[in-house]
Nanobody, 125 residues
């Protein structure tokens, strides 16, 4: 599967932004999809994931309550709705996919074998 992330840009603190991760290829419904982000000078970190099949969602503590992940299997797209953005949310956001990923591994990037190119989100104060 190939992934393309989009929707990044420059926003003011407190505003919202929605990222999209569009997939091509077969069997999208069988892939768990996650968002990771990497700020300048920092390691890439897990943000959120949505499981294949039942669509269970997972969030890191620092976005819980502000970000919402969802998927539309017909459109082969996963969305990340980001509300109440803060300057510390500034990063390149990557989407990644893994086939039939076990719940235990949803936040571990080494288990994701398909990655999008990343989209920059900049939050100004």
């Amino acid at each position: 599967v190939q992934l393309q992330a989009s929707g990044g840009g420059l926003v003011q603190a407190g505003e919202s932004r929605r990222l999209s991760c569009s997939a091509s290829g077969r069997g999208f419904v069988n892939y768990s999809v996650a968002w990771f982000r990497q700020a300048p000078g920092q390691e890439r970190e897990f943000v959120s994931a949505v499981k294949y099949g039942v669509g269970t969602t997972y969030y890191s503590d620092f976005v819980k309550g502000r970000f919402t992940i969802s998927r539309d299997n017909d459109k082969k797209t996963v969305y990340l709705q980001m509300n109440s953005l803060q300057p510390e949310d500034t990063a390149v956001y990557y989407c990644a996919a893994a086939s039939c990923l076990h719940d235990h591994y949803h936040s571990l990037e080494r288990y994701y074998n398909f990655w999008g190119q990343g989209t920059q989100v900049t939050v100004s104060s």
